[in-house]
């Protein structure tokens, strides 16, 4: 097998600082569009947020009724919720389980009806509609 020579193409020198400006100025707009059309899930601010409160499974079990999340929540695709338990026990929301003292960040990606137990709400349950 023979090996064929290509001929190779000089660059003008004037034109490759041109270039190099252009690819800066190119990677530079596109970062910032980038920025501004969307990031990280950490830095997005959430489309529902409940906190339970210090305190909340006592209340619970005395027989108080807490106004904490809805019954039934309707979300859209790709919006987020974020349950923060500040409580020293743990609570089961519907779907999810938070721990003492842990933090639920979720974003709905599935359509559908998500119906649980909930320990702080006073019907017991909790239901997620989640539309496309």
Not at 65 to 73: A, C, F
Not at 90 to 109: I, K, S
Request: aromatic letters at 6%.
């Amino acid at each position: 097998m023979t090996d064929i020579a290509r001929p190779t193409t000089a660059v003008s020198t004037r034109r490759a600082p041109m270039r190099v400006i252009i690819s800066i100025l190119l990677v530079g707009i596109v970062g910032l569009a980038a920025t501004g059309c969307g990031g990280s899930d950490d830095a997005e601010q959430p489309t529902y947020s409940y906190v339970i409160p210090a305190g909340a499974g006592d209340r619970i079990e005395q027989g108080e009724p807490l106004d904490i999340l809805p019954r039934e929540l309707v979300a859209q695709l790709d919006e987020t919720i974020i349950i923060v338990n500040e409580d020293d026990q743990a609570h089961l929301l519907g779907p999810w389980f938070v721990g003492a003292g842990e933090t639920l960040r979720q974003r709905f990606t599935t359509a559908g009806v998500f119906e649980d137990k909930c320990t702080v709400h006073p019907s017991g349950q909790f239901t997620v509609v989640v539309e496309a």
